[in-house]
Antibody, heavy 120, light 107 residues
Framework: EVQLLESGGGLVQPGGSLRISCVASGFTFSSYAMSWVRQGPGKGLEWVSTISGSGGATYYADSVKGRFTISRDNSKNTLFLQMNSLRVEDTAVYYC?????????????WGQGTLVTVSS | AIQMTQSPSSLSASVGDRVTITCRASQGIRNDLAWYQQKPGKAPKLLIYAASSLQSGVPSRFSGSGSGTDFTLTISSLQPEDFATYYCLQDYIYPRSFGQGTKLEIK
């Protein structure tokens, strides 16, 4: 059974930094791309970042480019998102999600999310 | 970046109704589109991928169609557990982009 468990969320001041994590189980982690998707309070879903299975390719939304860094440790089945220069508008539940392999590589399994609140 | 426009943004329907939600891409995306269902306080759940392929375990009352720029999600006979918010996602190119969501409410 695929399981994704996020952690590391919390309250941080504007301009601060936070690193959130996602531990995966139930599949061969290194074989799959992974993404972060966020959802602000009362808002829709926003794709944030994706990393390939090897970690060699990364992609970012314009809204976080230069401030956020996605990475992974395949030996520990763990995905990370380092968030720097945080803004109030980064407040959201952050979900990690696994990509499927096939005709399209959409997101097939999601974690339950971790809440990041940016406020003074 | 590709913009995904969903309609309607909200919809009231009754149990047993047939419901259709549409998603339009600002440029052609082949059939690289997925549909998700999200209930309050829960993670999104994949329903349809590759525009029309049903994810394993999803009831057959859900179906998807379309290609290029116009896509639809149809629920053939609404069940009480289907009242939720639905999102489309384009998988064609980075940056990936979601539609703004369609909230399906009980009439």
């Amino acid at each position: 059974e695929v399981q994704l468990l996020e952690s590391g969320g919390g309250l941080v001041q504007p301009g601060g930094s936070l690193r959130i994590s996602c531990v995966a189980s139930g599949f061969t982690f290194s074989s799959y791309a992974m993404s972060w998707v966020r959802q602000g309070p009362g808002k829709g879903l926003e794709w944030v970042s994706t990393i390939s299975g090897s970690g060699g390719a990364t992609y970012y939304a314009d809204s976080v480019k230069g401030r956020f860094t996605i990475s992974r440790d395949n030996s520990k089945n763990t995905l990370f998102l380092q968030m720097n220069s945080l803004r109030v508008e980064d407040t959201a539940v952050y979900y990690c999600a696994k990509h499927r392999v096939g005709p399209t590589d959409t997101l097939d399994y999601w974690g339950q999310g971790t809440l990041v609140t940016v406020s003074s | 970046a590709i913009q995904m426009t969903q309609s309607p943004s909200s919809l009231s329907a009754s149990v047993g109704d047939r419901v259709t939600i549409t998603c339009r891409a600002s440029q052609g995306i082949r059939n690289d589109l997925a549909w998700y269902q999200q209930k309050p306080g829960k993670a999104p759940k994949l329903l349809i991928y590759a525009a029309s392929s049903l994810q394993s375990g999803v009831p057959s009352r859900f179906s998807g169609s379309g290609s290029g720029t116009d896509f639809t999600l149809t629920i053939s006979s609404l069940q009480p557990e289907d009242f939720a918010t639905y999102y489309c996602l384009q998988d064609y190119i980075y940056p990936r982009s979601f539609g703004q969501g369609t909230k399906l409410e009980i009439k």
